[in-house]
């Protein structure tokens, strides 16, 4: 949620992607805190139907709000990689040697340092990891020599060159340890790249059967799982079939339809 009225209009429907301030309340400034508390919250509350887009932010939304679970309403969000072309400019920043793909930004809650906890450990120490985003802060001070030089950070890239750089690896790690719907993950597999992810909400509801879990909190985890994923990549097969299934699912055609069958449940 990043902006919404004081005083709701009658019929309001209010969309919350997902409730992590509160969720995270030592790790956010108190200003963000705040404002939920004494802005937010009041207008969902207020608001007489809700949209938020997993089942998993459906239940923080009714259990640390205290909004009934009949006015909330799952719309998933739409993903869109269908006009993505590669740009090879890129792989100027991308080291010439195997390596994984995390993308997300220096927030706690997006937990990469878990990651980088474990490409020390035996198993990861034949990869190197590309970080698409800003890097977590202090970062190059934790690293030992066996994980300097091997992580490189590239910061925010295009559609194009994000393609570029996930097709060219071995898989995408997502480590988060929540996620209202978790983006990354899904866009990597419909471009048939496969992935390691944490076993978190909402990863768990949405990718189930499609990636592997590891425990938010065990870099031995990530590490094995990144050789096993090396090693035995999934079928080409199966990547496509898994890509074509959840651009059936996640599409904005079917998310505009349940968005707008949502507003029509107000008229009179």
């Known amino acids: 949620m990043h902006w919404c009225p004081s005083d709701l209009p009658p019929r309001s429907v209010v969309m919350v992607h997902d409730v992590i301030p509160l969720l995270f ?21 207020k608001a007489d139907l809700i949209v938020t887009v997993s089942e998993s ?14 006015r909330i309403h799952v719309v998933y969000n739409g993903v869109d990689v269908f006009e993505w072309e590669e740009d090879e400019s890129v792989d100027l ?27 020390s450990l035996g198993e990861a120490r034949d990869y190197h990891l590309v970080i698409v985003g800003k890097s977590p802060k202090g970062f190059s001070t934790e690293l030992n020599s ?19 750089v996930l097709k060219q690896s071995q898989g995408l790690l997502f480590p988060s340890l929540y996620e209202g719907f978790g ?26 059967g499609m990636v592997i879990f590891c425990s938010a909190d065990k870099p031995d985890d990530w590490a094995r799982a990144m050789q096993q994923l090396a090693n035995t990549p999934p079928d080409a097969e199966i990547r496509s079939q898994t890509a074509s299934r959840l651009r ?6 079917r998310s505009t339809d349940l968005l707008l069958s ?3 449940q107000l008229k009179d």
């Open 93 to 119: 920043l991308t080291p010439d040697a195997p390596y994984f793909v995390c993308i997300g930004s220096n927030d706690y809650h997006k937990n990469i340092d878990v990651v980088i906890k474990a490409m």
């Open 146 to 164: 066996d994980s300097r030089g091997k992580i490189h950070t590239v910061g925010r890239l295009t559609d194009g060159q994000l393609a570029r």
């Open 25 to 45: 309340e030592g790790i956010f400034q108190k200003s963000t805190i705040d404002e939920w508390k004494q802005r937010y919250i009041h207008s969902i509350r």
């Open 183 to 208: 983006l990354p993950p899904l866009e990597a597999l419909m471009l048939e790249v496969p992935c390691i992810c944490s076993a978190r909400p909402a990863m768990t509801e949405l990718l189930s």
């Open 248 to 253: 059936g699912q996640f599409n904005w055609e």
């Open 57 to 70: 932010s459906s239940e923080d939304i009714s259990r640390i709000i205290g909004v009934p679970k009949e």
């Open 262 to 264: 949502v507003f029509n």
